[in-house]
């Protein structure tokens, strides 16, 4: 007869793999004698999954109870794992299964993934991260900048499309009032701005300073952009005083004697708001 205290290696069927994620594996198991667990524990049967360790392929417990599930957390993803089951009868009888061999997920796409992208100009990663379906197109980075802004701003034209393809909102603003739009002009992304016009940006919009997109193309000293605004109808106003956009205007041969619907000119107009700055510009541009 047998010691009952001696290890017994027999077959049995290995843990059963469930969920699996990028940081966690589900195991189960059944147990042989479908106990009800009556009585003192010391009359169950004990399990325990062990784990390989990949460098010097010796076994360890990783969890040892009555319970016969367990979830193998804080795992590499993409990593292979392998774990085998153990039990122990009230005998002191021991049996172990065959070794089952399972990988973790790949990690999923984040906000990270997602700029990394578009400062790299990948548009095989972007649609990558676009695909898997876990990452906002809209999320910002820490700057508040969405990728859409940061594509606008360095001339992506080919991932600007992709990102509005995918739902990039065209008007989300940072915490100043920027959107992509006044990026696209202060940079002279022209291509950009007309895509970003032609799929709902507007020329109207104004960051927390006030300034319009047409501020911004002159900040930048963007002619081409500027032209191309006032040519699709973008309103100028002088009353916000930037200087540096009538003269960049006055250059460009606006003609400061057209008359608003009320009568008043530009003249008019920065006499009426006290804007000495503008008159001195407007009044050179008489004496030329």
Sequence with gaps: MANPGTQKLSVLEPPVVGSV???????????????????????WTLFSVEEENSRTHEYSTIYMGYGTQYTVEGLEPSTSYKFRLKITHPSGETK?????????????MTGKNLH???????????ARVLQSGTVNVNVPDTHGFTPLMVAAQK??????????????????KTSSGKDSLMLACFHGHLDIVKYLKECGASWTSRDRAGCTPLHWAADGGQLPVITHLLEDGCEVAVLNNHEQLVQLLLEKGA??????EFGSGVAEMAKAFGRQNIISLLEGKVID
């Excluded at 001339?155 to 989300?172: E, K, R, Y």
């Design 21 to 43: 994620s990028h940081h966690s594996i589900d195991l189960s198991w059944a147990s042989e004698e479908n106990q009800a667990r009556n009585g003192p524990s010391a009359n």
């Design 96 to 108: 172990y299964s065959p070794v089952v061999i399972v990988s973790t997920a790949r990690e999923p």
């Design 116 to 126: 990394r992208a578009i400062i790299m100009n990948d548009k095989e990663e972007l």
């Design 155 to 172: 001339g992506f034209a080919s991932l600007v499309h992709t990102l509005v393809q995918h739902g990039a909102d065209v008007n989300m």
């Design 255 to 260: 003609d400061h004697h057209v008359k608003n």
